[in-house]
């Protein structure tokens, strides 16, 4: 039983009486922890000991493996610890910091994608002027565009999601302080705050879509870039699934589910897909 006296945080539900479904998930969640860092790790010290891969992709590589290291570490120890544990509390502070770096690393990760996709066209359609145009200045500058951007979205989408009245409603139906979950425990009309949601989610898919030439019509291009491309597709398939709908389409059952695939998943994929690249 959850204790459900007022203690100024939340109540993380996860999947309430379904304890079997709840011991199968978080033992596929552990098992694709354990890749994701396993192969995170791997992308981010390989490129270091040899001097052949001192090339930008890996540089953005890299940085993505950084990104999905502390993606799915800000996620999973919680998760865990919610499902074989019976404290299901989380205080308000914490719930606050994780919601904080969920939208900042995914916002820095529709950004590192749209600029992975510039960097493979530029490496495919212009391969003479690909090391002058890529230059490390300009490869730093594009990272640190996209840590600068994700931390102003964090900034200003976190604490209006966090400051919603719930009307004491403190029981977030999900496994993590995630901000959909925390919109719909809101008691007032969060029309406004589900469309920001929503046009910031299409703003990020079209940069990277608009950006994805490099599979036009080549033959080349598509060998060069078929990783990139599953990536893409897999990471913004499930945000379009996920978000862009009309209302509560997902069941919340349903919803938790494809969170769990978009937010552990898709970052532990990342690496065994990027080992033809």
């Not at 599953?230 to 978000?243: C, D, E, L, P």
Request: aromatic share 12%; charged share 10%.
């Amino acid at each position: 039983m959850i204790n459900d006296s007022y203690f100024g945080g939340f109540i993380l539900l996860g999947f309430p009486g379904r304890p079997q479904l709840e011991m199968i998930i978080s033992g596929a969640v552990f098992f694709f922890y354990t890749i994701a860092l396993i192969g995170n790790i791997a992308i981010i010290l390989v490129p270091l000991l040899d001097e052949r891969l001192q090339i930008p992709m890996y540089f953005f590589l890299r940085n993505l493996a950084i990104l999905d290291l502390c993606y799915t570490t800000n996620i999973v120890p919680q998760m865990l610890v919610n499902v074989w544990g019976k404290d299901k509390k989380i205080s308000f502070s914490s719930c606050a910091f994780q919601l904080f770096i969920d939208v900042t690393l995914c916002t820095v990760e529709c950004m590192l994608l749209g600029v992975m996709s510039y960097d493979r066209f530029n490496a495919v359609c212009k391969p003479l002027h690909y090391m002058t145009i890529m230059s490390p200045q300009l490869c730093q500058g594009l990272v640190i565009m996209t840590w600068i951007i994700g931390i102003i979205n964090g900034v200003i989408l976190s604490p209006y999601a966090m400051s919603l009245p719930r009307c004491e409603n403190h029981h977030l139906d999900h496994y993590f302080c995630e901000i959909s979950a925390m919109v719909k425990i809101a008691c007032v009309d969060t029309k406004v705050m589900e469309e920001i949601l929503i046009l910031v989610s299409y703003s990020f898919i079209a940069v990277a879509v608009l950006k994805i030439k490099c599979a036009a019509g080549r033959q080349k291009a598509f060998g060069t870039c078929s990783s990139y491309l599953i990536v893409v597709s897999i990471f913004y398939g499930t945000v379009i699934y996920m978000y862009i709908q009309p209302g509560n389409s997902p069941s919340q059952d349903e919803g938790k589910l494809l969170n769990i695939f978009y937010s552990i998943v898709t970052h532990s994929l990342n690496p065994l897909l990027y080992q033809q690249a």
